[in-house]
């Protein structure tokens, strides 16, 4: 279970306060559950110029917190996304093979950058589904095929939501063959809640199949441990895997739906889809 973050602003502007400063910042989540740390990684996205720019490491978070405190001040922009990693590990790898700054997310690719909180538990299966996409994989993150199958998808003229959907249909078409081969698993994935950006729109999905199981929220356990949370006013909106303070209003974002923010004119414009 990863942790997710992503900022849309009017104005250019660095997300310190929700990262960094709330009591339930980003950095604040990765170590407030000694038995849930978030200690595989992290990472944070943003656009300079128009280009995404991506800042990555394969070491905990909590600690390298100086390196961290600096990153998020220097990622100055409009739309900026940030990812802590508590490492999935499907294929049952040694620990040395997961943990890589290649396996780090945020994912980018073009214009587009991706961070994905869940678990894909065939990712091979995904990954021969690609077809030529299959060569770009880089590393053994089951999240990496997660995002390539979307990317697949979009360079074939798909929406974003289409592709979400697709992706959640070939998962459980997928599924009907390899859970012969999987008995001690029960799903196709646990979780698939995911932002993307493509350096205009933001968009978050959350998806995910309830189960009491899974536990709540990490700092204040009010919410499904998968439900995200979202605020926004006119000049800037905030999506995170759970709300970082209490102060603000913060409102879930439920499974099966997908937020999309964008700027118009000088206010934030957000849209809810129920897309399954």
């Known amino acids: 279970m990863c942790r997710l973050f992503a900022m ?3 104005k250019v502007s660095d997300a310190s306060k929700y990262l960094i400063e709330d009591e339930c910042s980003l950095y604040a989540q990765s170590k407030k559950n000694p038995r849930r740390l978030q200690g595989d990684g992290w990472g944070i996205g943003f656009y300079k110029n128009g280009c995404p720019v991506i800042v990555k490491s394969e070491k905990p978070v909590y600690m390298e917190r100086e390196i961290f ?3 998020v001040q220097q990622a100055r922009s409009r739309i ?3 990812h802590i990693r508590r490492a999935s590990n499907p294929r049952g790898l040694p ?3 997961m943990i890589s700054k290649v396996n780090s ?3 980018t690719y073009q214009n587009y950058i991706f961070a994905h909180n869940g678990t894909i538990t065939i990712p091979d299966e995904v990954a021969e ?3 030529d996409w299959k060569h770009r994989i880089r590393g053994l993150n089951d999240s990496e095929v997660y995002f390539w199958f979307l ?3 979009l360079s074939e003229g798909r929406s974003i939501s289409s592709a979400l959907r697709n992706f959640k249909v070939t998962l459980n078409d997928l599924w009907k063959e390899a859970c012969r081969k999987y008995p001690e698993k029960r799903r196709p994935y646990i979780g698939l809640n995911s932002i993307i950006s493509d ?3 933001l968009y978050a999905y959350c998806g995910y199949e309830e189960d009491k199981a899974l536990g709540r929220s990490l700092c204040f356990g009010d919410q499904p441990v998968f439900e995200m949370s979202y605020r926004f006013g006119e000049e800037k909106l905030v999506i995170a895997s759970e709300k970082t303070n209490r102060a603000e209003d913060w409102r879930p974002l439920r499974s099966g739906e997908m937020l999309i923010g964008r700027v118009v004119g000088d206010k934030i414009e957000v849209e809810i889809k129920r897309i399954g």
């Open 95 to 97: 620990r040395e093979k």
């Open 69 to 71: 405190f600096n990153a």
């Open 199 to 201: 350096g205009e729109y």
């Open 129 to 131: 589904a690609l077809g």
């Open 8 to 10: 849309l602003s009017v």
């Open 151 to 153: 990317m697949k998808e």
């Open 80 to 82: 900026i996304l940030a």
């Open 105 to 107: 997310q945020p994912f």
